[in-house]
């Protein structure tokens, strides 16, 4: 049975949505997180970061910390301050697939240049031996690309060259964001060729997904699934042999979310806002096939009475 991993979703997966959903959802060997921008040494991680990443706010579960950047010196720096705070591994981030951030030639768009990001590697793991940090694990999660293919097996050459721990990938390209169908023969090829343990992410919604997924590809280590687990949250419990969840497990889920987004985010329509990204990923879930005329209502509210209402009567229903 593979290893169920939550994928970093941004500004949702944060150390108090982790904590609540481990609290109620068993099945998930390891989380994620949002990623954080790395600094230099003169730099500062932002408190949300530094708070995410704290192991006091992670104490009930795994967590592997995320990193952007693509700079190696940025990149030591922050897996220092990481180390610092007993992490073992660190994930670096090839995936996000943001404009913004691509046009940096970071996320996915690191992608683009991998001379680059061979260098990259090749001083991150420099510096990590003169620091007597060998013992430290690296790991990646990548896209096939960022507006093509071209560059994939470059790619697979660069990451088999250096000691990954891990390599997660989400068989699509950075330009697609989360359009179409995972490109599964571009899959196949890092299946084939990559040499370190290898995750699949992307589009799993049902325990006969991973089931698919592992029969097809008896070797992965795990799967990774984020979207999945916000329209099914007992996905990996059910995978693993539990119960499926019920309609008061997700109304106290979404009810409790919803309390901490209007806690933390200290403003309601950044609340809202939140809220129905979570609703257009879960409208999809069978239990609420009856229910689609108060989802549409619910996520076209414009206060919290309005939220509130349209919620009661999805799950009264």
Known sequence: MMKIYFAPL????????????????????????PFISAVSPEGRHKKRE??????????????????????????????????????KEINLNLGCPSKDVAAKKRGSGFL?????????????????????HEDISISVKTRTGYRDTGNMDRLIEIFNRYPLSEVTVHPRLGKDYYRGVPDMEAF???YEEIRHPLVYNG???????????????PKLSAVMIGRGLIGNPALAREYKGGEPIDHEEFRLLFRNIYKIYRKELNADKYALDKMKELWGWAKDNPMFRDSQRMIRALLRSKNPAEYESAERMIFQR
């Open 10 to 33: 941004e500004d949702v997966t944060g150390f108090r949505f982790r904590n609540l959903f481990n609290s109620m959802f068993s099945g998930v060997d390891i989380y994620f997180n």
């Open 50 to 87: 530094e708070e995410d990443v704290s192991p006091e706010n992670n104490e009930s579960l795994t967590l592997i910390p995320q990193i952007l950047t693509n700079d190696p010196g940025d990149f030591l720096n922050t897996a220092d301050w990481l180390m610092d705070m007993g992490y």
């Open 112 to 132: 683009s240049v991998p001379d680059r990001l061979d260098r990259f590697f090749e001083e991150v793991f420099e510096g990590f031996n003169k620091s007597g």
């Open 188 to 190: 196949d090829r890092f």
């Open 203 to 217: 589009d799993i919604i049902s325990k006969e997904d991973i089931a698919g997924i592992e029969e097809k590809y």
